[in-house]
Antibody
Framework: EVQLVQSGAEVKKPGESLQISCRAS????????IGWVRQMPGKGLEWMGIIYPGDSDTRYSPSFQGQVTISADKSITTAYLRWSSLKSSDTAMYYC???????????WGQGTLVTVSS | QSALTQPASVSGSPGQSITISCTGTSSDVGGYKYVSWYQQHPGKAPKLLIY???NRPSGVPHRFSGSKSGNTASLTISGLQAEDEADYYC???????????FGGGTKLTVL
């Protein structure tokens, strides 16, 4: 069974760094892309970027380029989303999702709520 | 890249059919057969409903169907049920970044 299990909710202060994770199981981790999606409170879904764990090829949506870093560790089948300096506007729910055999996401994590407040 | 355009809300009564549109450009919706649709209930992760414009993953009821004409894709839900009340999002592949872009989302209310 394919599963994506995300790390727990985080409460941080502006300027702090943060890394959240998405642990994959039930499939070949290195042969499917994994992406990250942001959902701000009461708002829609936004694509942040995507990584191919097999060779770490990473693509970012223009709005998120330089704002976050996406990485993956093949040895523990886990993808990461990292901020070096959080802003209050980063407060949102973040989902990881596996890209299926085409241009669609067939499995999703449960979401990680990130709250940034002074 | 700009988000795809969806109506903010639609509504229908149980048993009726509704259609949600998703309008893009020739660089995304109109240029490829890579439109997908997701359902999101409050507090839950999105769920894939339709991929490659018309295909349903196993387990998705047949009353959910997808289509496309020109730069506009559509999701039709026939025989509306109370549990269909949710937010619906379309996505499309975009050539400029080899990524995808979401529509703004549509809130479906079952009256």
């Amino acid at each position: 069974e394919v599963q994506l299990v995300q790390s727990g909710a985080e409460v941080k202060k502006p300027g702090e760094s943060l890394q959240i994770s998405c642990r994959a199981s039930g499939y070949s981790f290195t042969t499917y892309w994994i992406g990250w999606v942001r959902q701000m409170p009461g708002k829609g879904l936004e694509w942040m970027g995507i990584i191919y764990p097999g060779d770490s090829d990473t693509r970012y949506s223009p709005s998120f380029q330089g704002q976050v870093t996406i990485s993956a560790d093949k040895s523990i089948t886990t993808a990461y989303l990292r901020w070096s300096s959080l802003k209050s506007s980063d407060t949102a729910m973040y989902y990881c999702a596996r890209r299926g055999s085409g241009w669609y996401e067939d499995y999703w994590g449960q979401g990680t709520l990130v709250t940034v407040s002074s | 890249q700009s988000a795809l355009t969806q109506p903010a809300s639609v509504s229908g009564s149980p048993g009726q059919s509704i259609t949600i549109s998703c309008t893009g450009t020739s660089s995304d919706v109109g240029g490829y057969k890579y439109v997908s649709w997701y359902q999101q209930h409050p507090g839950k992760a999105p769920k894939l409903l339709i991929y490659d414009v018309t295909n349903r993953p196993s387990g998705v009821p047949h009353r959910f169907s997808g289509s496309k004409s020109g730069n506009t894709a559509s999701l039709t839900i026939s025989g509306l049920q109370a549990e269909d009340e949710a937010d619906y999002y379309c996505t499309s592949f975009i050539t400029s970044s080899a990524l995808e872009v979401f529509g703004g989302g549509t809130k479906l209310t079952v009256l």
